[in-house]
């Protein structure tokens, strides 16, 4: 189960990528985070949200 707010370390794992994809992905708006202390968190809904986007399903 992953938690309810991640940082780019665990959505790196999850998602199976590099942190600097992960941080590019965040600057450029494709992925949806906020920053808080100078870090980057990402909450657990919109994770999910992107990844239904990446395999399609969010078309259904």
Do not use: C, F, H
Not at 15 to 40: A, C, E, F, H
Not at 47 to 55: D, F, V
């Amino acid at each position: 189960m992953l938690d309810p707010t991640l940082d780019v370390k665990d959505i790196a794992a999850y998602l199976k990528i590099s942190v600097y994809t992960v941080k590019n992905r965040l600057r450029s708006g494709q992925l949806r985070g906020y920053k808080q202390g100078g870090n980057w968190r990402i909450k657990r809904e919109w994770l999910l949200a992107y990844e239904r986007l990446l395999t399609g399903e969010a078309e259904q």
